[in-house]
Every structure is written in C-alpha cells, then in structure tokens.
C-alpha cells in the first residue's frame, strides 16, 4: 500500500485483514504510519454469486449467506506516506510483487509524495499496480469524475499508465469487492525459484519478550521480512550479513551473524518450512538485544557462505530524474557532486554514502554503513533538499 499521507492506506489493510498496522505509540499519537505495518488476508470467492461480488475476505458471503473458498493468502505491507519516510516507503517495494497505489479523490491528483510513490515504484521494478481511488464516498459524482481525470492525466506515460482504477471507500468497505478482483487479475503470484540457497532481506527485527518476563522464558530475537528464494526449516543455521560491527583498539570491522532458526510463522501461523512468497516472521537463538527497533532491519538472511557480498563502497551506474519528485514546487535535479552525500536504498537496506569518484554516468560511493547486494541490485537515490531527502535518480550496482 503506497500513496500520500493520510490517503487511506491504513484504513484500507484494516478493510481488507481486520488488523490496524499502525502499532507504535507514536503512530497512533500522530495519525500516520512511521514504520512498515505488516498484515494478511485470505481472498476468497463465493461459488454462487457471479463477478464481483462473489470476492471477499469473509468465510460467508455477504449477498447468499455461501460459504466461500480460498484463493490465496496475500501479505500487505502499509508503507508511511510522509516525505520524511521515504526511505522506509522503498524498503518495503522492495520485498513486494505488486502494488495498491492509493489516490484521495478528496484532494487534487498528484500530490507530491503520490508522485514520488509512483517514481519509487518504478525504481523498484514494481510494474504490476491497482490504484484505488479513495474517499469516493465524501465527494460529489461530478467531483469524483472529474478527479478520476486527473488521475488518469497523471499515470499517463508511467509504469502505471494501463493500471486499473478503482473508485472505493476504505473507510465503508464500499466497493472492496471489485478491488480485490483487480488484484487477482493484476498482480498474479509470481513463479520463485525453490531449489536454491535460500535469501531473505530483513525488513523489520523486534523483541517479543514483555517486560519482567523469567530468564527462563525468554524467547530468541525474530527477524521479519520476505524469502525471495530457497526454503527454510526450523533448525536451519543461518548466516546474517553484513552483521555488526565489531571494535578491536582502533579497528572495526562488520563480522557476519550466525544464528538458528528456532520458530517460523506465515500468514500468522506456525510452520516448520516456508517458501517464497510472503511475509514471514522467524524465530532465532539471538539475544533479543540484538534485534530490538528494527536494529537488523536492512541486512540479508540465508545459509553460510551462499550470502552476497558485503560492501562497503559501491560502483553505481546511474541515471538522475530531470525534477526533483516529492516537493510542492518543481525542482530541477543538478549533478552530484564529488564529496556529497547522498541516502542510497538498495533491497530493504538504506544507508548513507559519500561520492568519491565521478565518470560519465557512473560514480563510487564510500558507505557510513555496509550494505549486502549482488552486481544489478537497483539502487534509489536521494537528496537532502530543505532538510528532507528527495529522490533524485536510481541505478544498479556493478
């Protein structure tokens, strides 16, 4: 789920799952989504009623009182719509198949991070899109019609040009029915490869032990995200990299993590083995210490010596956006800058790095913190302009 702040994004998950994804105490104080929210909802279909009403997230269809059959289980994550969060907006594109792009029809269409949600989803690779229309029901007929036009003036030319629009209520549950055959149509489960190691991005850490809990209750640390390839099984040794960073005298170096899978939960369930597809949550033999607030988010999972590289520059063949996306006034994109720094996102990771060097279309980068990807790994990049960072292009690594 991307789009602006305040758009819909999380009323609609909680539409769709029945979970309110803003958990943290700051979230709910503020009214906006700060860290990526995770939920699950099983599409299902009534083998009575005829398209679109029969889908449906109930066990028992609303119009004939049927029971309904599954169709799949979908993992959504609510990705925050403030321009100060834009970088924990790619790190959650970048585990997704698909995308809802939500557009208030209550508001003028784009606004500025509508824009840059839609630029992001294209650096990502992220073709497959369904845009719902939000708030359809607190405007007028005229004013939704004439909204939906401008919506399709601005997806006109983008990766998103041939994306349905949906006009909905998330807040009324109002036309969710149609939304959900959208997905089906669009953003079919891909094919992933289950015969080989297996690689995991890390998106969010916790600790899931309470406050004053026994020693001897204590659970391990659990890492969350999406299991791009491969399987794993409880009791896999694992291998997280690029790990931490380990001080000796003057010297620091990042040493790999090796941990085993205790528990693995999917679609809020208990397995012993999982594939890709999905957001999983797996339980480890790690001090809790050590995956509190996200501290692992960013880093890659799978089995020792089958992880890519860790670097700590990167070689980035880039191109620049012709405007700055994300603020209210355009903004021409100036060159880099040899010495600048510059927000980088690659996978789930986001880190800061220094350019060193500079060639036609390509530059190196020095990085604050190492980062774990292999050559083609895309790559976002972002400015800081008036104190909020901004993309400004994309690349790969070579």
């Known amino acids: 789920m991307v789009g602006h702040v ?3 994004k999380t009323t609609l998950v909680n539409a769709l799952t029945g979970e309110w994804t803003d958990r943290h105490s700051e979230e709910i104080r503020r009214g906006i989504s700060i860290r990526l929210g995770y939920a699950d909802a099983t599409f299902r279909r009534c083998p009575v009623c005829a398209e679109p009403d029969c889908y449906t997230v109930e066990e028992r269809c609303k119009h004939c009182g049927s029971k309904t059959e599954e169709l799949r289980t979908v993992s959504f994550v609510d990705s925050p719509g403030h321009e100060a969060l834009m970088a924990t907006m790619l790190s959650g594109a970048a585990i997704m198949d698909g995308a809802v792009l939500l557009i208030a029809a209550t508001e003028p269409c784009p606004q500025p991070q509508t824009r840059e949600h839609l630029m992001a989803l294209s650096i990502a690779g992220i073709s497959r899109i369904v845009i719902a229309q939000n708030k359809i029901d607190l405007v007028s007929r005229a004013e939704a019609i004439e909204h939906y036009s401008q919506v399709k003036e601005f997806i006109r030319g983008t ?5 349905p629009i949906i006009p909905i209520s998330a807040q ?3 036309n969710v029915d149609v939304l959900i055959q959208s997905i089906e149509r669009t953003i079919p489960t891909p094919s992933r490869p289950a015969d080989v190691p297996p690689l995991m991005y890390i ?11 026994p020693i001897e209750d204590l659970k391990g640390g659990v890492i969350g995200g999406s299991l791009l390839q491969g399987k794993l099984r409880v009791g896999d040794k694992l291998e997280i ?16 993590i090796e941990t085993e899978i205790t528990s693995i939960m999917a679609g809020g369930e208990p397995v012993e083995e999982v594939t890709p597809g999905g957001l999983i949550g797996v339980g480890t033999k790690l001090d809790p210490s050590m995956t509190i607030e996200d501290s692992l988010a960013g880093q890659c999972v799978g089995l020792s010596g089958s992880l890519p590289p ?3 520059e990167l070689n980035i063949r880039f191109k620049l956006l012709e405007r700055v996306v994300g603020v209210a006034k355009e903004v021409e994109t100036t060159a880099i800058r040899i010495g600048e720094s510059l927000m980088l996102s690659v996978g789930t990771a986001i880190t ?5 060097k500079m060639t036609k279309g390509s530059m190196n980068v020095k990085l604050s913190r190492p980062i774990c ?3 083609g790994a895309r790559v976002a990049i972002a400015r800081k302009i008036s104190a909020r960072w901004h993309l400004i292009g994309a690349g790969v690594l070579v």
Not at 352 to 356: A, L, N, R, S, Y
């Open 6 to 8: 305040d758009h819909g």
């Open 159 to 163: 990766i998103a040009e041939k994306a």
């Open 172 to 174: 009324q549950s109002v």
């Open 203 to 213: 998106a969010r850490s916790f600790d899931v032990n309470k406050p004053g809990t």
């Open 241 to 256: 990299r690029p790990g931490r960073m380990v001080t000796a005298g003057s010297k620091e170096e990042w040493v790999p």
């Open 310 to 312: 860790t670097r700590h």
């Open 352 to 356: 800061m790095g220094e350019v060193k």
């Open 373 to 375: 990807a292999n050559a």
